[in-house]
């Protein structure tokens, strides 16, 4: 961000007590500082209350960042590295988000980092516990 800061996000069910961290670089910041929001989200159907639809998502977001040609290509460029493509099967993907929250990363947090693993370690993907500290920064209304 313009700040400085960093940031990760996630999504994870709602009752999840853990996420998946795929790489060293994802919650390592140094010098910046670094926060991780975590999207609580379920499965559903297309046609469901809330309901959003990945592809109409993706088709949305490539639309708000036509403008910057870089921002696009990047963007893009990341999706492919995701495994994600257009695809029929897609469609019927749905999740209604149900909260956000965030995380200030920071010494306490549980993390590792690419100044804490032994020399001769390039990349690690691991899973962390949620540490009970989360802000809810939006919650879904009933």
Sequence with gaps: LPSGTRIEVKTAEPAAGTVRISSLGQLDGEPDKVRLFVVRAEKTGA??????????????LQERLSPDADALADFDSFLILMGWHEHVSHEAFAMRPRSIEAY?????????????????????????????SASTIWQAVE
């Design 47 to 60: 046609l469901a209350p809330g309901a959003v639809e990945i592809t109409r998502l993706v088709s949305r």
């Design 104 to 132: 200030e990363i920071d010494s306490t947090f549980p993390r590792v980092t690419r100044q804490t693993v032994p020399v001769g370690v390039v990349d690690v993907e691991y899973e962390i516990l949620l540490p009970k």
